[in-house]
Each structure stands twice: as C-alpha cells, then as structure tokens.
C-alpha cells in the first residue's frame, strides 16, 4: 500500500490568531511577542519579512528594522485555545494524527486514495479547518513526514501542494539545505564549508561523505535529501521533564527577588507533577550571568513529588550555583526523569497535618488556578510560568511574551 503522509500547518499562527480577535491588523505589519526591550519575536506577519525580521530575533532589533509595525505581547491561553479547535476538526477527519506543535500537525492518509482520493480530501479538510476556525492553513502531501514538511513550506502562503511518489528527490533537489528539517545554522556553515548549498549536491554525495563530515546526523541528512528517511508519526508525547524560566527585566543581585522567583518555580512545578499522577526523579537549577555565561547544576532524588522535598532541594542548588556574585539576567527551574506514580508517605517525617495540606492547597489550585495559593515565600514571584495540562499527550506551547 502506498503511504500518504499529509503535513499541516497554520500560517504565522499567533498572527493569524490576532488577527481573527482585531480585524483591524489585517494586511498590517504585525509582530507578536515580548513587548520589553529584551522581548523575542515569536511571529511576525508577511509584511514584516520584506525588512529580514523574522521569529526568535530580538524585539528591540525588530522595532528598529519596521518602526511601523504594530506589536503585540502573546497570549498563550487564546492560541492554545485556537491550536484545541483545528486539533479536535482533525481528529473527527482523520484517523491517526500527530500534533507535532501548537500549529503542527501530521496525518495518515495512506489506503484512502484506493476509495476516495488522499489530495481530494486533504484540500477538503483544509477548506473545513478554514472556514470553521477561519485560520489560514497550508498543507504538503507526499510518502512521508520529511517531503510532505518542505513540501508545505514551498506551498506557503495559505496554499497546497502534492508532491506524486517518485518525484520526491526531483522535487528536493534544486531547493537550499536549509529547506532539510534538522539542519541548523552549525550544521548549514559544516555544510557550506563543504561547498554545498543546494539539495543536489548532497544527492550526488557519496554516504560515506556525509557521515565522515557529520557523524550520524549526516546519515539522516542524506536520506533526507534523497526523500527517503521515514520516520513514523507519534500519536502521543510522553512528557519526560517540565521546566521553567524567567528573564529578568532588569539583571538583578537581590538575593530574596531570586530566592522568591526560584521557590515559586520549585512549588508550581511540584504542584504540576501531583495533578499529572507523576514523580520526577532529578531536579536542576540553571542561571544566566549578565555576561551571558549559563551555568546548571542538577541532583538525582528519590523519586518524589511532595515540596517538602523538592523545594529545599531546588534552593540548595541555587546557593550551590550561585558563585560569581555577578548580576543575573535568567533563572530556571527543571524536573525530569518523569515517571508515573504518586508520592509514598514517609512514616517517620511525615505527618498527617502536612498530607491535609498539600490536598486542601492542590484542591484549591485546581479550582481557582495554579497561582490561586501559594505559601509565603513564593508570594511576589512573577511570572513564572503556568501549564494547562503538561501531561496531555501534547507537545509543549511556545510561549508568545518568552524571553531570550
């Protein structure tokens, strides 16, 4: 049977989505993204590509590059809330899917063109995802993941594109190296310094050339550029850490501002792996200097999710870390090695008091929110970070007002 792999994707998806709230921004330069002068673009709109502003680039840069564009700081919880919409339209329609990102998203098509015609009702479940949640939407249908992601990218904007079996390689070859998904900048120059720049040249590369340059990464790059690599669709994303940061808006050394951001980190996160039904068995801390230096330091634990041990765990790291005395300019927070399972009650260290409360505060937390409570030493923290539902089988949202 021949495969029929559909990739879609929304079209400059927080751009999109702002759009649809203010019609006014349409066909209007728009940047979404933090709005502080240490902001990152996390999508900007078709008007503003022309002047080399593009995601990820600094807010300030971006300013300066369109003084008339109009910015916006993200809203994750409304882009989540359009991301749920197209997933559920795809779920009725399709019978194995994967959501690959917030705005991502592979189908299986395969045995349906024997019946009814895999382009036809790709373009029909396109025009339905449209017209239902009025995004803009472009898909590239092919044999696989890998040509059916460049084929969207080369349908874009808000179009389609079908790339017929056995056209795949001629389809790649005279497109850029960047067009292959996994290559990055560092792999782009290793491959530059080689003296290719477009698909072909790999294509006329012996195997042993690419594995000797970039070790068994260049394997995977060569059937890339052949169409040949395969890999399958995953249904369901099993969270294995959760984490998170906050940028200061200016570098701070105030040790209780820090001490503060670090245990409200430590106790949303402890709280996020009690609604999961989940134990995580390391913890790390990590730290920006203002020179941009990063450090991290990390600790196995038996596995647990109570505060009364994450929480001192994760500030004794912190004084650990903290050893420059030097401004810092971000601050992390990771748990991982997830595992499913609730927390066992020590018999000698716990109390009942202590189990009461942690039920009467995840109580609380599950009705009003995740900030809804907290203990005093977290109160002031801002900022640090709030999920939906880590362990929904999804992967994890960009957030829109994210720092670098």
Known sequence: MQNNILHLDLDTFFVSCERLIDSRLQKKPLLVGGTGDR???AACSYETRVFGIHSGMSMKVARRLCPEATVIRGNASIYTKF???????IKEK???????SVDE????LSGMDKFYGCYK??????????KDSGLPISFGLSANKIVSKVATGEAKPNNQLQIDSGFEKDFLAPLSIRKIPSVGEKTYQVLRGLGVDKISVIQQMPLEMMISALGKNGRTIWRRAHGIDNPPLVPFYERKSLSTERTFGKDTIDMVKLR?????M????????????????TLSVKIRYSDFNTYSKQIKISYSSADHIIIPKVLELFEKLYQRRLLIRLVGVKISDIVTGSYQIDLFDDTEEMLSLYNAMDTIRNRYGDLSIMRASAMGAKTIGTFD???????PILLAHRNQ
Not at 94 to 100: D, I, L
Not at 260 to 264: D, E, G, H, L, Y
Not at 266 to 281: I, M, P, S, V
Not at 389 to 395: A, L, R, T, V, W
């Open 39 to 41: 902001g990152v673009v």
């Open 83 to 89: 991301s749920h919409q197209v997933t559920e339209i």
């Open 121 to 130: 009702y790709a373009s029909e479940l396109r025009q339905k995802i449209i």
């Open 105 to 108: 998203f592979y189908a299986d």
């Open 389 to 395: 539902n880590p362990f929904n089988g999804e992967p």
């Open 266 to 281: 430590a106790e949303n996160l402890a709280f996020q792996l009690r609604k999961g039904n989940k134990l995580a068995g």
């Open 94 to 100: 399709v019978p194995v899917f994967e959501k690959a």
């Open 260 to 264: 503060t951001t670090i245990f409200a």
